[in-house]
Nanobody, 127 residues
């Protein structure tokens, strides 16, 4: 069964850290670009970060507001992609989703490129 599952969300104070995980079953994440997106209540979904496929060098890209605070990475052995979040701010509060882009080449932060999504994990940052 093909499945994409996020975990690691929670409630943290401003300045805190969380590591989100994106686990896949039934397929290998290495072959895909992987994106992390978030959606806050009443707001549109926005791309936070993406990492290209392993064959494309696992290049990384970030939304400007998270650059320097978030790090995306992949673990090929565990078939996981992570989003390490530090210096969290209340405006980072949202449901975070990982998604796959089958192109495998340069990744982008537009959701249109991504075709398979997880169910999301909630991140809440208190002020």
């Amino acid at each position: 069964q093909v499945q994409l599952v996020e975990s690691g969300g929670g409630l943290v104070q401003t300045g805190g850290s969380l590591r989100l995980s994106c686990a896949a079953s039934g397929f290998t994440l290495d072959y895909y670009n992987i994106g992390w997106f978030r959606q806050a209540p009443g707001k549109e979904r926005e791309g936070v970060s993406c990492i290209t496929s392993s064959n494309s060098g696992s290049s990384t890209y970030y939304l400007g507001s998270v650059k320097g605070r978030f790090i995306i990475s992949r673990d090929s052995v565990k078939n996981m992609v992570y989003l390490e979040m530090t210096g969290l701010k209340p405006e980072d509060t949202a449901t975070y989703y990982c998604a796959t882009d089958p192109s495998g080449s340069a990744c982008g932060l537009g959701s249109v490129w991504y075709d398979y999504w997880g169910q999301g994990t909630q991140v809440t940052v208190s002020s």
